[in-house]
């Protein structure tokens, strides 16, 4: 939960001081808050130098910035404007055309930021004042934010908002990125009851939560699910609501309840109804994988041709802006993943392979396509090969600091030890297993890698190993950039 442990900003206070207090009070580095600040614009040019310019007041960032610098701080943008202004005018005897610019003067335009949308733009249905779905968080993240009265700051432009943590989803992970999204989650909540604001917003919001969740390795209440698939069936989007049960469907899957991923992905099918390529390509391929789990075989390979068909009918139709990320690499990586929980290896390989090919298929999604590959070689009886996929999963799990990724690399390493056997065991599982030792303290959790069988501790890590790594200093660079 999001906790504003700072007082508001103090009427005199200017930027650079408020900047650096907030930030020291989450304990972010000036490199951590620029890595923020640009997954969430989209920009990848901001450095921590401009940070540092800013709170030592060298340059005063434009409202662009002052809109990211308040969704990534979760702190109110009034305070930060009103600090800016307090800035300006202290500095306006001294200030010259040099100083007084801004980071948007030397970079390509920023996009459009949370705030007021343009006129004419369209505008989503609105419920009722008061029509909050039942099962959505309506309490604070922290002082001043425990009414149900929405912020006028909390209804500009949500789905600017949105994208922003989309953004920030990929790219980054932690718990820092959960509180964002929850604090945006109850804004949006309070927005609906409010009678200003898209009720599917708070649904996308939910579907964004529960993988961030997911990722930072925290349950989601059950009750938060609902209230989102009642928000978007109160918003009249039928397919977002249906996503969001294929996203229920897709956990379930993966942590071994194959009765309750049926259950939600033919509950995603039948609430989405006819829906739009994109989203009928996705759910079907959540049908896929709760079928595999269940051990279904015929059911799987239904859905996944049901899955091809859908893609190929996908062309210039408009599109879900959820659904950003579904691309050819994406829907490869997610029928492999059916084929390999269905015990069908030699279908799953290539599949997996061209998606892990394809460069938008990285961190979190990367990890687990290569634990997919590497159980796909493991039933196809190469060992050498799993080992190696699997060095690529720890890599990438240490990279993401995904808990979900880290599940699957454990259960992974148990079936990788159990298909050695006790005898002897192969110079590629004898690598990754040293390399998991000297990667354990760059995973989610700093969880130890599980006890190695037959074979006794040498007290450190073998050279070979650690040089496949990079070694462990620049596995650990490697992470904390």
């Known amino acids: 939960m999001s906790q504003r442990i700072d007082p508001p900003a103090h009427p005199g206070e200017t930027l650079g001081v408020l900047l650096t207090r907030l930030r020291q009070a989450q304990g972010k580095s000036q490199v951590r808050l620029a890595g923020l600040l640009c997954a969430a614009s989209g920009l990848p040019t901001l450095t921590r130098h401009e940070i540092s310019r800013w709170e030592r007041e060298e340059r005063i960032p434009s409202r662009v910035w002052l809109c990211w610098l308040a969704l990534v701080l979760d702190t109110s943008l009034d305070d930060l404007e009103r600090a800016a202004a307090h800035t300006r005018r202290r500095r306006e005897p001294t200030m010259t055309a040099p100083t007084i610019s801004t980071v948007t003067a030397t970079i390509r335009p920023a996009p459009r930021p949370p705030g007021p949308a343009p006129a004419g733009a369209s505008t989503d249905r609105v419920a009722p004042p008061g029509s909050v779905p039942r099962g ?26 949105i994208a922003g943590l989309r953004r920030m989803d990929d790219l980054v992970a932690g718990p820092e990125l959960v509180a964002l999204v929850l604090a945006g989650l109850r804004s949006a909540v309070r927005a609906t009851g409010a009678g200003c604001g898209p009720p599917a917003a708070a649904a996308e919001l939910v579907q964004l939560h529960a993988w961030v969740a997911a990722d930072a390795g925290r349950p989601v209440p059950d009750g938060a699910v609902r209230g989102g698939v009642r928000a978007a069936v109160a918003g009249g989007d039928r397919a977002l609501a249906g996503h969001l049960l294929g996203c229920v469907a897709q956990a379930a899957g993966e942590r071994g309840d194959a009765r309750a991923a049926v259950r939600a992905a033919v509950a995603a099918e039948r609430v989405a109804g006819a829906c739009d390529p994109a989203t009928a390509t996705v759910l079907a391929l959540r049908a896929a994988f709760a079928a595999a789990a269940a051990g279904d075989r015929r059911s799987c390979d239904g859905a996944l041709a049901a899955a091809d068909r859908a893609h190929a009918r996908r062309g210039s139709a408009v599109e879900p802006p959820w659904l950003y990320w579904l691309d050819d690499a994406h829907v490869e990586a997610l029928a492999g993943l059916c084929l390999t929980a269905a015990g069908r290896p030699a279908a799953a390989l290539p599949r997996l392979g061209a998606a892990l090919r394809g460069p938008g298929v990285r961190f979190r999604a990367a990890g687990l396509v290569s634990a997919a590959l590497a159980r796909a070689h493991l039933s196809g009886g190469d060992l050498d090969a799993a080992c190696t996929a699997a060095a690529e999963t720890l890599l990438t799990c240490a990279e993401s600091g995904s808990f979900r990724v880290l599940r699957q690399l454990r259960s992974l390493e148990t079936a990788l030890h159990a298909a050695a056997g006790r005898g002897r065991r192969p110079a590629s599982l004898v690598v990754y297993t040293e390399l998991a030792e000297s990667a354990a303290g760059c995973l989610p959790g700093t969880a130890p890698p599980p006890a190695r069988q037959g074979h006794a501790r040498t007290g450190s890590f073998a050279a070979p190993a650690v040089a496949r790594a990079g070694g462990p200093d620049q596995l650990q660079g490697r992470v904390a950039s």
């Open 136 to 161: 959505l968080p309506t309490h604070g993240a922290g002082p001043g934010m425990g009414t149900d009265t929405a912020r006028p700051s909390e209804v500009d432009d949500v789905g600017g908002r």
